[in-house]
């Protein structure tokens, strides 16, 4: 895996365990600085076919990275809170 896939895996899923659903291509390309998606994209293609993720073709949001999992957490949601209220 080359330093930019790791970075694209670190991020991806740290973004999961942060907002509870996968990160968008352009929340990729924001998030790591880069200008164009298209780059990005190249590289969730090359990343695909290697195995280091997965994803639905046409279908937003649906990026996995195999061996980390992520738990959606609302804080607004009674039942995700630990607080008592």
């Known amino acids: 895996m080359t330093g930019t896939e790791q970075r ?17 291509v352009r929340d990729i390309t924001a998030g790591l600085g880069y200008k164009s998606t298209s780059t990005v994209f190249e590289k969730l293609v090359k990343m695909r076919q290697d195995g280091t993720i997965n994803y639905i073709d046409g279908s937003p949001r649906t990026l996995t990275v195999p061996g ?16 008592g209220k």
């Open 8 to 24: 694209i895996v670190d991020y991806a899923a740290e973004y999961m365990v942060k907002n509870g659903y996968p990160p968008t």
């Open 68 to 83: 980390c999992c992520y738990v959606r957490f609302n804080p607004d949601r009674e039942e995700d809170r630990d607080d």
